[in-house]
């Protein structure tokens, strides 16, 4: 069974950093394409940062570049997205999620997802 398991959001003032985990398990790592998206209230999943397993190649979304960073550790099945310079505008709940195919402009169409987890940012 495939399972994706997100931590690490929270409330953090405007400026400061957040990391985002997600655990998986259930399928060949190495073989998937991994990302972040998130999502306002009201809208739909936006892509923030993925990245491809096998040769590392990664996708920012114009608004976080230079501000956040995806990382894979293939040892332990899991991915990252470190957030530093948080503005208010990406509080949002952001989900993981796995796909042998992901185009990151848009949520891919066989995903396997993770919980959301909800990250607030105060002016």
């Known amino acids: 069974e495939v399972q994706l398991q997100a931590s690490g959001g929270g409330w953090v003032q405007a400026g400061g950093s957040l990391t985002l985990s997600c655990a998986s398990s259930?399928?060949?790592?190495?073989?998937?394409?991994l990302g972040w998206f998130r999502q306002f209230p009201g809208k739909e999943r936006e892509g923030v940062s993925c990245?491809?397993?096998?040769?590392?190649?990664?996708f920012y979304e114009e608004t976080v570049k230079g501000r956040f960073t995806i990382s894979s550790d293939k040892a332990k099945n899991t991915i990252y997205l470190q957030m530093n310079s948080l503005k208010p505008e990406d509080t949002a709940t952001y989900y993981c999620v796995a796909a042998k195919v992901l185009w990151c402009v848009r949520p891919p169409l066989n995903g396997h997802w993770g919980q959301g987890t909800q990250v607030t940012v105060s002016s």
């Open positions: 259930g399928f060949n790592f190495d073989d998937y394409s």
């Open positions: 990245i491809s397993v096998s040769d590392g190649s990664t």
